[in-house]
T-cell receptor, first 115, second 109 residues
Framework: NAGVTQTPKFRILKIGQSMTLQCTQD?????MYWYRQDPGMGLKLIYY???????DKGEVPNGYNVSRSTTEDFPLRLELAAPSQTSVYFC??????????????FGSGTRLTVV | QKEVEQNSGPLSVPEGAIASLNCTYS??????FFWYRQYSGKSPELIMSIYSNGDKEDGRFTAQLNKASQYVSLLIRDSQPSDSATYLCASYYGQNFVFGPGTRLSVLP
């Protein structure tokens, strides 16, 4: 039972480079989310999706893009990486909207450093 | 005021003691709250949720919600060194699920 799988676990990018953070879940959850976590700042929502083909912005979407072509996959694209995007990125999924009753299942995270 | 606020700690308690973690919230969030535990370098994991005023117990954990005073607490009885982690309080704000910054708990052997 894999749950939510994120790749890569670590990555160093140079300023201006682009990359895609991969996220896959095998629980058939419709709801998926991308968060970033900065030290002492809690988790901030970047983008979320309520089903295949439907995505929407969260609190801090600038500099990121997402797509949701299947129920399982929810990749996060960073275009023109900047030092401010240095963070730990978590993908999550939930069985219910906003994780009502059951909460979120998180992936193991991607630690990204932009230099 | 931010939607969900927590004292960042660290909170240090001796092994076997009761650890009390607190979270205050603004009028903007819903009345449903979640406590997540996050070990260093790991992802958050759900401990418990609470929706109604009063206490909710699950093993060594008790969540307390006081809507009049706008705070929610997590008590950990018989604290163990393995409870050392950051505890995140979370709730809903509009279409968003918001997390507090977390309180770092250290249980000393």
């Amino acid at each position: 039972n894999a749950g939510v799988t994120q790749t890569p676990k670590f990555r160093i990018l140079k300023i201006g480079q682009s990359m895609t953070l991969q996220c896959t879940q095998d629980m058939n959850h419709n709801y998926m989310y991308w968060y970033r976590q900065d030290p002492g700042m809690g988790l901030k929502l970047i983008y979320y999706s309520v089903g295949a083909g439907i995505t929407d912005k969260g609190e801090v979407p600038n500099g990121y893009n997402v797509s949701r072509s299947t129920t399982e996959d929810f990749p996060l694209r960073l275009e023109l990486a900047a030092p401010s995007q240095t963070s730990v990125y978590f993908c999550a999924s939930s069985e219910t909207p906003l994780g009502v009753d059951y909460g979120y299942t998180f992936g193991s995270g991607t630690r990204l450093t932009v230099v | 005021q931010k939607e969900v606020e927590q004292n960042s700690g660290p909170l240090s308690v001796p092994e076997g003691a009761i650890a009390s973690l607190n979270c205050t919230y603004s009028d903007r969030v819903s009345q449903s709250f979640f406590w997540y535990r996050q070990y260093s370098g790991k992802s958050p994991e759900l401990i418990m949720s609470i929706y109604s005023n009063g206490d909710k117990e699950d093993g060594r954990f008790t969540a307390q919600l006081n809507k009049a005073s706008q705070y929610v607490s997590l008590l950990i009885r018989d604290s163990q060194p393995s409870d050392s982690a950051t505890y995140l309080c979370a709730s809903y704000y509009g279409q968003n699920f918001v997390f507090g910054p977390g309180t770092r708990l250290s249980v000393l052997p």
